[in-house]
């Protein structure tokens, strides 16, 4: 597609009405590009200090790729930890996470409704996913819990796992062809500015899409920070994205890149974003690979989300389920971190 060489924005029309912002943000991306390939790495670990290089150059208004990056133009950042799940134990243990979109100041608890097809809280309509997100707790149609667990952890490793619905099961969760589970931090963890980070490996299938990415902590949309999302038959293919509103034309646009990361199937890497006042850089495995100047509405903190959803319409390389999508997909998450800028 030619719109793939050239950032493009969407006009925003009524049809982003409330009942779509939060779930809308997965849409196909402009300005996209094949990236350098990265081998596995053996990173320190998500310490309670870090420091990482961020390139100093004067950004354009569009994003950028980060190449051959001269050292003498990079400035070290330094920071601290301020939220870390290594995942030693069930995730839905403590408080940290929630199993749904939670709502917020721009979408008050009322409108995150349970009611058909489970919008708004458990799944997007709009995205045209196939799965409903579930946990222990959740009973669909029915006031009793189904007991249905995505997550399990093994070793230090979360799985979030999508199944086929049991064919008993179809019609208590709104017929939805897949199972599966999201977790995020909002109302329980946000932050403005500094350095969110996940190390994972990317499951892969048709209709496979797994997300790690951030929205605003009051509920709205746009801003999002997709700071990984996996092409399900694409093996290896990793878009990193930013969005943004243009508030005097109510215009969304987006910017962002793929990578290839030929092993990302198979092997732990580390996909993260730090955002700063004047930039957002994104990196794979701790090295920068892409910028964007800070687009207008960044102004509250961000949650940060990690999901795996079954079938898009909006996504390029996922596609819908079929009879050759896995019937059990499993999201290996070794950790999820996030750190503060230092004060000099």
């Known amino acids: 597609m030619n719109d793939r060489l050239s950032c493009r924005s969407e006009p925003g029309t009524e049809r982003l009405a409330l009942y779509a912002l939060v779930l809308y943000p997965l849409v196909s991306i402009g300005c996209l590009f094949a990236g350098p390939a990265f081998a596995q790495v053996d990173l320190a670990g998500a310490t309670a200090k870090l420091t990482l290089q961020v390139a100093t150059d004067i950004l354009g208004e569009k994003c ?163 700071i990984m999302e996996g092409r399900g038959q694409r093996p290896g293919d990793i878009v990193m994205t930013t969005h943004w509103r243009i508030p005097e034309t109510q215009r969304v646009e987006r910017c962002g890149f793929d990578f290839i990361v030929p092993d990302a199937p198979t092997a732990f890497h580390d996909y993260g974003v730090l955002w700063q006042p004047d930039r957002i850089t994104y990196f794979i495995d701790r090295q920068p690979v892409s910028e964007i100047k800070v687009p207008v509405g960044f102004h509250d903190p961000m949650y940060m989300i990690v999901n795996l959803a079954m079938g898009t319409k909006t996504l390029e390389g996922v596609g819908f389920v079929d009879g050759e999508s896995p019937n059990i997909v499993a999201f290996e998450i070794d950790r999820i971190s996030a750190y503060q800028i230092d004060e000099r």
């Open 64 to 226: 950028r790729r980060v190449e051959a990056p001269n050292p003498a133009s990079f400035a070290s950042v330094s920071l601290h930890r301020t939220f870390h799940d290594d995942f030693d134990a069930h995730p839905l243990l403590d408080a940290r996470w929630a199993p749904y979109y939670a709502g917020g100041a721009a979408w008050p608890e009322a409108r995150y409704w349970g009611g058909e097809g489970s919008d708004f809280r458990r799944k997007s309509t709009y995205n045209g996913e196939q799965q409903i997100y579930v946990d222990p707790r959740y009973g669909g149609r029915e006031t009793t819990p189904l007991g249905l667990d995505p997550f399990n952890v093994k070793d230090g490793i979360l799985s979030i796992t999508a199944s086929r619905t049991p064919p008993s099961l179809k019609t208590v969760l709104f017929d939805n062809e897949y199972i599966s589970g999201i977790l995020t931090t909002q109302s329980r963890f946000s932050q403005k500015f500094g350095y969110f980070e996940m190390r994972a490996k990317i499951p892969v299938g048709v209709g496979v899409w797994p997300a790690f990415w951030m929205l605003a902590d009051d509920g709205g949309w746009p801003p999002e920070v997709d």
